[in-house]
C-alpha cells in the first residue's frame, strides 16, 4: 500500500500562511502540518487548528529566527539577552560544532516550544524542525531526547536520495544547485537517524521528497511526485501561503515560491490522481 502525508511547514509564522494550510487542507490534498510556537501569528493557527481537528498538526522546532519561548536567561548559549534566536543556520551550525551552544539549551528550548503548543490544547502528532537542523547530529540528538521524553514517537527523516532529488528537480526551471548539494549533505547523516530512532524508539516515513524543490512544487511537478511514489510510507514537504505584507516583511526566502505551492495542493486533477491510483492519505496521527 501506498500511504502519503502531504505536510505543509511553517504554520504559525504569518496569517497569510495559515489560510492557505488551512484552505489546502479542507478544499484541497493537504494532510498535516506543523506549527511554531515562536510564530508571530501563533495563536491564529491554533484557533484555526481547532476549528479543523482532523487535520494533523506537528510541532516545527524552531532553533534559527525569532524569539525563544524558554527564558533566555535559561537557555543564555542559545539565545542573546532578548531572547533572539541566531539569526541563520550556519550561524547556528558554526556556534554548535565550535562548542558555544550547550545541547542542554536546545533541548530545553524544544521542551518549552512543545509545552506551549500542548497548553494551547494541541497534542502535536509529530516533530520536525526550521530549517531541518535536525540534520546536525546534535540537535539529532537532543530531538531525540526530548520526543522521547514528551511521548511524541513520529519525527520527520529530513533525508531526500540522491535519486530523488535529481529526478524531482529535472525540467523546472531554476538553479538547484545549492539545494542539490544541501540535500547530499543533509544524507551522510542518515545512518545516524536511524540509530537515533533506534535508541528513542522513534518513527518515520519510509521515504522523504520536496527537499531539493522546496518552493517550486506547482501542480505539474507535484504530479510528476505522487506519480513516483513507491510502496510504503512517504512525506512530501511544503511550503504554501500567501504573497502578502506580512510574508515580505518576515523575511523568508520564499514569497511567490508558497503561491505557487498552494496551487498545487489546490489541483483538482492531483486530487482524482490520488483516488484512481489508491493513494491513502494519512497524517504523522495514523503513521504506522
Not at 155 to 174: Q, Y
Not at 194 to 213: E, H, I, N
Amino acid at each position: 500500500m501506498k500511504q502519503l502525508i502531504l505536510n505543509a511547514d511553517d504554520f504559525g509564522m504569518t496569517r497569510g500562511i495559515n489560510e492557505a494550510i488551512v484552505r489546502a487542507y479542507q478544499e484541497g490534498i493537504l494532510t498535516s502540518t506543523t506549527l511554531m510556537a515562536n510564530g508571530l501569528a501563533f495563536e491564529d493557527a491554533v484557533q484555526r487548528a481547532g476549528s479543523n481537528p482532523r487535520l494533523g498538526v506537528g510541532c516545527h522546532l524552531v532553533l534559527v529566527g525569532g524569539k525563544s519561548v524558554a527564558p533566555a536567561d535559561e537557555i543564555a548559549s542559545l539565545a542573546d539577552s532578548e531572547g533572539r534566536l541566531p539569526k541563520s543556520l550556519a550561524t547556528l551550525v558554526a556556534r554548535i560544532s565550535c562548542g558555544l551552544i550547550r545541547l542542554k539549551h536546545i533541548e530545553k528550548e524544544f521542551l518549552a516550544q512543545i509545552k506551549k503548543i500542548r497548553d494551547a490544547g494541541i497534542e502535536p502528532t509529530h516533530l520536525d524542525t526550521h530549517k531541518h537542523t535536525h540534520a546536525h547530529p546534535g540537535v539529532m540528538e537532543a530531538l531525540g531526547k526530548v520526543a522521547h521524553s514528551t511521548g511524541i514517537a513520529r519525527v520527520r527523516k529530513p533525508f531526500e536520495s540522491l535519486r530523488d532529488s535529481w529526478n524531482t528537480t529535472r525540467g523546472l526551471n531554476g538553479g538547484f544547485a545549492r539545494q542539490l548539494a544541501a540535500a547530499a549533505a543533509a544524507r551522510t547523516v542518515t545512518p545516524l537517524f536511524q540509530a537515533v530512532c533506534k535508541k528513542y524508539g522513534l518513527r518515520a516515513p519510509d521515504r522523504f521528497l520536496g527537499l531539493a524543490t522546496t518552493g517550486y512544487l506547482g501542480p505539474v511537478p507535484l504530479h510528476h511526485m505522487i506519480d513516483s511514489l513507491s510502496e510504503g510510507s512517504t512525506e512530501i514537504m511544503l511550503h504554501p501561503g500567501l504573497a502578502d505584507d506580512d510574508l515580505a516583511k518576515s523575511g523568508s526566502r520564499l514569497q511567490m515560491g508558497r503561491q505557487l505551492e498552494l496551487e498545487g495542493l489546490l489541483n483538482l486533477e492531483l486530487k482524482r490522481s490520488l483516488d484512481q491510483q489508491g493513494i491513502q492519505l494519512i497524517s504523522f496521527r495514523e503513521l504506522n
